[in-house]
C-alpha cells in the first residue's frame, strides 16, 4: 500500500521559514518524481515545486521562486520542502505527490499518489 505522509505544517510569522517533509513508503522511492502543490481557501490546488529522481532536476512556481527550496533523501524516502520569507499568502493545505515516469511536471493530473495535506498558516 502506498502512503505519503507529510510532516505537520503550522502557524509561522510572515518572513519566517518552515521545512515541511513528506515520507513515502510502499513504492520505490528513488524511481519517482515527487511535487509538493498548495490549495489555499477558495482556490484551486497549484503546483509549488517538484524534483526529479536523482534530485538534480528542480521546478518551481514563479511565486515561491527564489524562497522555497525543494530536495529529496532517497536513502530515507523523504522529499522536503524549505520554504523561507513566508508570506500571508503562502497560507493554504499543502501536499506532496509521487509520479513514475514522465519526469517532474507541474501538472496536477501527471501524479498518481498524493499525500492527505499539511495545513501552513502564515501570519502577518
Known amino acids: 500500500q502506498v502512503q505519503l505522509v507529510e510532516s505537520r505544517g503550522g502557524l509561522v510569522q510572515a518572513g519566517g521559514s518552515l521545512r515541511l517533509s513528506c515520507v513515502a513508503s510502499?513504492?520505490?522511492?528513488?524511481?519517482?518524481?515527487m511535487g509538493w502543490f498548495r490549495q489555499a481557501p477558495g482556490k484551486e490546488r497549484e503546483f509549488v515545486a517538484a524534483?526529479?529522481?536523482?534530485?538534480?532536476?528542480?521546478d518551481y512556481a514563479d511565486s515561491v521562486k527564489g524562497r522555497f527550496t525543494i530536495s529529496r533523501d532517497n536513502a530515507k524516502n523523504t522529499v522536503y520542502l524549505q520554504m523561507n520569507s513566508l508570506k500571508p499568502e503562502d497560507t493554504a493545505v499543502y501536499s506532496c505527490?509521487?509520479?513514475?515516469?514522465?519526469?517532474?511536471?507541474?501538472?496536477?493530473?501527471?501524479?498518481?499518489?498524493w499525500g492527505q495535506g499539511t495545513q501552513v498558516t502564515v501570519s502577518s
Open positions: 524534483i526529479g529522481r536523482s534530485g538534480v532536476s528542480k
Open positions: 505527490a509521487a509520479r513514475l515516469s514522465g519526469g517532474p511536471t507541474r501538472l496536477l493530473s501527471g501524479y498518481s499518489q
Open positions: 510502499g513504492l520505490a522511492f528513488s524511481m519517482y518524481y
